[in-house]
């Protein structure tokens, strides 16, 4: 039988918050997106519980505070749910908690527990139910930053069929070639006309008011966001999001764009995450192979060098409000950081840190008072606010991250 679950729900992130850095710079682990929603949005529909909060870094906790009621559900931040995982947490009761071997998935505390000195000892004293011993149990997390787009096409179907059950699609223009076994599913609002859409792959999602402009062709499984826009003559290839707020063109593939985030012109993308607030320039371009075939090392912000992904296909990430001039190249496994504004000919190096102002040729810092200016500008323009909560985590990264401007200890 299940139990009564409390309407508080509280996510925690782990220690593998180091190695989702630079994306959860400004944000905790389930504040990322993969699929159609974020891992917090997923939780939220699986479990109707609209109140949520979190545990997360002290620098992070004014943007995203803690709200402690009588009854709290913790959940881990890196953890995807299902059905199967779904029947486990409907079970639990206070005082127990649900682990994968040494790994805390979930835990139910009272608003004394959660207060202690020593939480860690809160979570020791539960009872423990090790869901490792369950092997029908396919226990998917997002750890590693790539998780988020080699993932993401299953995602797209997961949170499809969540969200569009029972519900009818609007209707689109007959000037639309729709053909495949996957549906399309349309908000109220979306705008499409004479866009080429395939789903014999996966699903098509468009959200509220997205539009897809003339000329597009669209392989799903493919998610839009709200308010988002594919720009005309686009090329989108499957297992890509595009996140709210967002303005895509051009070739794109295995993509997830966070939300309010800009690639409005030609110019490939392909097996990358894209963070908010970033603007890519006209015929900006990625290698996602490398010439060898071999596996494709990204930046470790934990081992500060290179680890090895085991993938063939991998591209960028960026983190928020990095930006990139027009015809700039980016080799296979970039990894971006917050701040950085990115120009000029040749490839620059793979691992660009945090408020990072130049290319190929060498790199100076991105001064936090300009930077700050700059993302104000850039939120305005979408009737957005960088408050002083946004300028405090922005400070933060900034003499965090020094450590990897090495130009500045010459």
Not at 210 to 217: D, F, N, R, T, V
Not at 340 to 358: E, L, Q
Not at 373 to 400: C, Q
Request: glycine share 10%.
């Amino acid at each position: 039988m299940s139990a009564v679950l409390p309407e508080n729900l509280i996510f925690f992130c782990d220690d593998h918050w180091n190695h989702l850095l630079p994306l959860t710079y400004t944000r905790p682990i389930c504040e990322l997106r993969v699929g159609i929603l974020t891992i917090r949005e997923k939780w939220e529909q699986w479990l109707g519980i609209s109140r949520s909060s979190y545990i997360t870094q002290d620098y992070l906790s004014e943007k995203f505070p803690l709200e402690i009621a009588s009854d709290n559900l913790l959940i881990n931040s890196t953890v995807l749910p299902d059905s199967h995982l779904l029947g486990y947490v409907k079970q639990i009761q206070t005082n127990e908690s649900l682990v994968y071997g040494d790994e805390l998935i979930a835990a139910r505390l009272s608003a004394a527990q959660l207060n202690a000195s020593d939480l860690g000892q809160s979570f020791d004293q539960l009872k423990k139910i090790d869901l490792s011993r369950d092997e029908n149990l396919r226990l998917k997390r997002i750890t590693r930053v790539f998780h988020l787009f080699s993932y993401n096409g299953e995602e797209i179907h997961s949170d499809f069929a969540l969200i569009t059950f029972g519900r009818k699609s609007a209707t689109l223009s007959e000037s639309n070639r729709i053909f495949g076994k996957y549906p399309v599913f349309a908000e109220e609002g979306v705008q499409a006309e004479c866009a080429i859409i395939n789903t014999n792959d996966g699903p098509v999602y468009l959200g509220r008011n997205a539009e897809i402009m003339e000329g597009s062709m669209i392989r799903g499984p493919f998610a839009l966001g709200e308010n988002s826009m594919i720009k005309m003559g686009a090329k989108i290839y499957g297992d890509t999001t595009v996140g709210p707020g967002c303005k895509v063109g051009g070739e794109v593939n295995n993509a997830v764009f966070i939300g309010n985030a800009n690639k409005g012109h030609d110019g490939f993308l392909g097996n990358s995450v894209i963070g908010e607030w970033c603007n890519l320039g006209a015929d900006s371009n990625n290698s996602n192979l490398k010439n060898n075939y071999l596996p494709v090392k990204l930046w470790s912000y934990v081992k500060e060098g290179f680890e090895n992904t085991g993938l063939q296909f991998a591209d960028l990430s960026w983190a928020t409000t990095s930006k990139c001039g027009i015809n700039t190249m980016f080799n296979t496994g970039t990894v971006v950081g917050v701040a950085a504004n990115t120009y000029g000919d040749g490839f620059p190096r793979n691992f660009i840190p945090s408020f990072s102002w130049g290319g190929a040729s060498g790199f100076i810092t991105h001064q936090l008072e300009k930077a700050i200016e700059t993302a104000e500008i850039v939120m305005k323009r979408r009737g957005k606010t960088l408050d002083e909560a946004d300028k405090k985590i922005l400070n933060w990264i900034f003499s965090h991250a020094a450590r990897y401007r090495t130009w500045e200890k010459h």
